[in-house]
């Protein structure tokens, strides 16, 4: 079976449990998931009932995507995702969103929890991603290229979108909610950085990592989706503070921040509602 095959037997699947079709996706990284709980008039799907989706298996990763609406707007909510630290396959870990795109989403808005490079970040800031660094060592892309999807080659120089971005300050400045901007470095995990690895990519340009949501940008890209990204600075990175590093630490911080994720999440989607 082609990947092409396993995406349209997944929306199939999909389309004749949820009535909905809606333009924007949502990816609710670690900890971020319980604006999933918001959405109304919901339909939720495990995702292990879905053909060809894989399990999380993660701690803050529910693992079902949600239909609905939040704020008004017809959303696809991923309430968690899947890793390629979890053993799956780059084809596994994109597949939602190669999916979600077949069902007609136009949009993205990819979440995830980051470990801070800047020293100007504090745990608990929210961070529009403005570019990311691919630091996995692979890429979603890699072997024939499926022209069903997208193009061989694809551009990659606004992978989070100008206008999202500035839709998103203009909420912020709105609501009164601070809001950073930087470059986020993806790479795969599970173990966290080390001190040494922290200083190399902050030379590099970084400013917060993690372990996601690069993957998921470029699939979006290739395949004509508009993406925005926002990252929760859930810690210090290795060598800036003097904690050890953690899971449960990403876990705290996240339900901390989760009001103010919430409500900018939720104006953003509102607006994109308000476009069409």
Not at 97 to 115: D, F, I, K, P
Not at 197 to 219: C, H, K, N, Q, Y
Request: proline share 6%; aromatic share 6%.
């Amino acid at each position: 079976m082609t990947e092409l095959e396993r995406v349209r037997a997944a929306a199939a699947y999909l389309a004749e449990r949820v009535p909905l079709r809606p333009k924007v996706g949502l990816i609710l990284g670690s900890g971020l998931g319980q604006l999933a709980d918001r959405i109304e008039d919901a339909v939720a799907v495990p995702y292990g009932d879905i053909p060809h989706f894989q399990a999380s298996t993660v701690a803050g990763h529910r693992g079902r995507l949600v239909a609905g609406r939040l704020a008004g707007t017809a959303v696809w909510a991923m309430q968690g995702r899947v890793h390629y630290y979890e053993g799956y396959s780059m084809a596994d870990v994109v597949r939602p969103v190669r999916v979600m795109r077949e069902l007609g989403v136009t949009t993205l808005v990819v979440t995830n929890a980051a470990g801070g490079l800047n020293p100007a970040f504090r745990p608990g800031d929210l961070m529009l991603i403005t570019d990311h660094i691919n630091f996995f060592g692979t890429n979603p892309l890699i072997g024939p290229n499926e022209d069903a999807f997208g193009p061989r080659f694809p551009d990659m120089t606004n992978a989070y979108d100008p206008e999202l971005r500035a839709l998103a300050k203009a909420v912020a400045a709105e609501a009164g909610l601070p809001l950073q901007e930087g470059v986020y470095l993806g790479l795969s995990g599970p173990s966290f950085e080390t001190p040494a690895e922290i200083r190399a990519f902050r030379i590099l340009g970084a400013d917060a990592v993690g372990m996601s949501t690069v993957p998921e940008v470029i699939a979006a890209r290739h395949m004509g989706v508009r993406v925005l990204g926002i990252s929760c600075i859930t810690n210090l990175a290795a060598g800036l503070q003097t904690e050890p590093l953690s899971h449960e630490e990403v876990m705290e911080t996240t339900a901390r921040a989760a009001g103010n994720f919430a409500r900018l999440v939720t104006g953003i989607v509102a607006r994109l509602g308000d476009e069409g």
